[in-house]
């Protein structure tokens, strides 16, 4: 099983740990970041009748469990609407343009908008008839005096893909005026003269400019803090995160004590063959990108970082890819079950050795990204990590070059 992003598929046999920060069903979910979405709410009432001649305006909102292609099965929300006006009415008093959602968390309350600040705003969607408008993607707000300052419709043709079956993931991002003090986000309808039905399967509206793909803000009200944010897909238990994201969602780190600890020690351990791969973004040095580093040197630990590998197993060795320059790369550590050690750069072999018989690695350590895990922090990493994986097994030369033209072809290494 793989996923078919970039040059083929990556292998995944033997995964037993594994971020991606584009892969999203085969590693842990990405970026931190409070969720403001509620809802969906259904709006616009069940009949208006306040057009001239009698015309109508009637929705009629439920839940139910649709098929999204890419995403699956989901419970969602839907409104139907028949609407008899042709929008040319002189008396005032039509529906012009129906609320037919709302996503605020308390139902039709404003959200809690800080002034001069920058959302992403998300949504899955469908409309039956393809019809669509800036305002199905809308936001205004008040001060905290309740007056009223600005509102617009952020949804352009631009800011969406489309998931099949008429399914979209729209996104745009806005900031608040430097008075604001609450708002609301909601969906618009301007659709005259005929019937329509507009689905919703997902809102996210998070502080910050990463833009979430649907697998990531799915599961609507989720929050993800920026101390416990990213979480095992296969059931494993959370991640204790201190570094930083980009929009992208890849992980950064300042070189001085940015870390994600990955409080699981069952992820290598012992005397058998395993393998460590990343993708990343070196700004400086040869800091340690994933390791299970003991009190001391002398315990059984393993160090995989920029420059190679350590593994203290008594008697030390260090493994070397030699120079590695600044910029993205592609590395591969593996020690196969004879204890022979190899590692790759940008799909290059570059050691080949044995060391004599496997030491074997402690496992009463859980693992730690972006320096070692003693508690001074030593060793950090500064840049971005695009990829952190960990296999139990060995991975042949095949399967590091397979990786490593999928990664070259999405990263342009």
């Not at 584009?22 to 509620?38: C, E, H, I, T, V």
């Not at 098929?67 to 040319?88: A, K, L, Q, V």
């Not at 591969?332 to 750069?345: L, S």
Request: with cysteine; aromatic share 16%; hydrophobic share 30%.
């Amino acid at each position: 099983m793989g996923v078919a992003q970039g040059y083929g598929r990556t292998v995944t046999s033997g995964l037993v740990f594994a971020y991606d920060a584009l892969d999203y069903r085969n590693s842990y979910k990405g970026a931190p970041g409070q969720n403001f979405a509620g809802g969906p709410y259904y709006g616009a009432g069940v009949s208006l009748s306040t057009y001239e001649n009698n015309k109508i305006y009637r929705t009629n909102g439920y839940k139910e469990t649709v098929f999204i292609p890419t995403i699956g099965f989901r419970e969602i929300d839907s409104m139907e609407i028949y609407n008899e006006y042709d929008g040319y009415g002189t008396n005032g008093n039509y529906n012009c343009c129906p609320n037919i959602f709302s996503y605020t968390l308390n139902g039709w309350g404003g959200f809690p908008w800080l002034p001069n600040t920058t959302y992403t705003y998300q949504i899955i969607y469908k409309s039956q008839t393809g019809y669509t408008h800036p305002n199905y993607m809308y936001h205004y707000e008040y001060r905290a005096n309740g007056s009223y300052i600005t509102e617009y419709g952020v949804h352009t043709e631009g800011q969406r893909t489309h998931l099949g079956d008429g399914w979209y993931h729209a996104w745009n991002t806005f900031t608040t005026h430097p008075e604001a003090n609450n708002g609301y986000c909601g969906m618009w309808h301007y659709e005259y003269y005929g019937r329509n039905k507009v689905s919703v399967a997902a809102v996210s509206i998070v502080p910050g400019t990463i833009i979430r793909p649907p697998l990531q803000f799915i599961n609507g009200n989720t929050t993800r803090s920026a101390t416990q944010s990213l979480y095992d897909l296969t059931g494993g238990s959370e991640l204790t995160v201190a570094c930083s994201f980009k929009s992208n969602g890849e992980m950064t780190f300042d070189g001085t004590d940015d870390k994600i600890d990955i409080n699981r020690s069952d992820i290598i351990s012992g005397t058998g063959a395993f393998t460590i791969e990343a993708v990343i973004n070196n700004v400086s040095g040869s800091g340690v990108i994933i390791g299970n580093y003991g009190p001391s040197y002398t315990s059984n630990s393993i160090w995989f970082f920029a420059g190679g590998m350590y593994l203290n197993g008594g008697y030390g060795y260090m493994d070397n890819y030699g120079s590695i320059m600044n910029g993205l790369h592609h590395l591969v550590a593996i020690r196969e079950a004879d204890g022979t050690f190899k590692t790759y750069q940008d799909g290059i072999l570059r050691k080949n050795t044995n060391p004599g018989s496997p030491a074997s690695v402690r496992s009463d350590i859980n693992w730690r990204i972006g320096v070692d895990v003693n508690s001074t922090n030593s060793e950090p990493f500064n840049g971005d990590i695009h990829i952190v994986k960990a296999y139990n097994r060995a991975l042949t030369e095949a399967e590091v070059l397979q990786n490593y033209r999928h990664y070259k072809s999405r990263y342009n290494i």
